[in-house]
């Protein structure tokens, strides 16, 4: 069965510096999603993405963050500078369509911020 | 607001007991309500109900959808120690692109 991978499953990095992270949907999906997790609490949407442009973001989806479709099959979630706060499971998410279908979850990156 | 409210928030069964998770919700524009279990990572899809009354079922879970009292229940018969997880409940609605996540039903069973 097709899945959405993520990469990398784990990054550690330093307050202030720049992370990207990496998510192939699966391949026929239209709809595309970034959701994170803090440790022990809610999972929140960050952004959605449709027809190479963002269609809605939520209020954590600040300056701070942007995301790219760079080739037709990656989907990247950029953080410009981060913050101990931004420590979290970001999870990648597609679907076929925003209608009828649910979505289909990557397996997350585990970000630490330190 | 628009909100989502799982209860319990957690539970206790031994193996073979039968379980009920609760989801209400209070959404503008309601599309759907999905149902994901939670493990160690990425939530993985359980069910996606949109009308009133009409049962799924998938093995020992299945799922309905009160649109008139705003909620829904996931229901686990015969449960398995491979049942723990964090049931989590999402509302889709047709004025934006969100899903409105509950905090989720930490289910254990003992064995």
């Known amino acids: 069965e097709p899945e959405v991978t993520q990469t990398p499953s784990h990054q550690v990095t330093q307050m202030g510096q720049e992370v990207i992270l990496r998510c192939v949907p699966i391949?026929?999906?239209?709809?595309f999603y970034w959701y994170r997790q803090i440790l022990g609490q809610k999972v929140e949407f960050l952004v959605s993405f449709y027809n190479n442009e963002i269609s809605e973001k939520s209020e954590i989806f600040d300056d701070q963050f942007s995301v790219e479709r760079p080739d037709g099959s990656n989907f990247t979630l950029k953080i410009r500078s981060t913050k101990l706060e931004d420590s979290a499971m970001y999870f990648c998410a597609s679907t076929l369509d925003r209608g009828g279908s649910p979505l289909h979850f990557g397996n997350g990156t585990r970000l630490t911020v330190t | 607001e628009d909100k989502v409210v799982q209860s319990p928030l957690s539970l206790v069964v031994h193996e073979g007991d039968t379980v009920t998770l609760n989801c209400s919700y209070e959404v503008t524009n309601f599309r759907s309500l999905l149902w994901y279990k939670q493990e160690k990572k990425a939530p993985t899809f359980l069910f996606m109900l949109?009308?009133s009354g009409i049962e799924k079922k998938s093995g020992r879970l299945s799922s309905i959808l009160d649109k008139k009292e705003l909620f829904s229940i996931l229901n686990i018969t015969a449960t398995q120690t491979g049942d723990s997880a964090v049931y989590l409940c999402a509302v889709g609605m047709d004025s934006n692109y969100q899903l409105i996540w509950g905090a989720g039903t930490k289910l254990i069973i003992k064995p």
């Open positions: 949109t009308s």
């Open positions: 391949s026929n999906h239209l709809y």
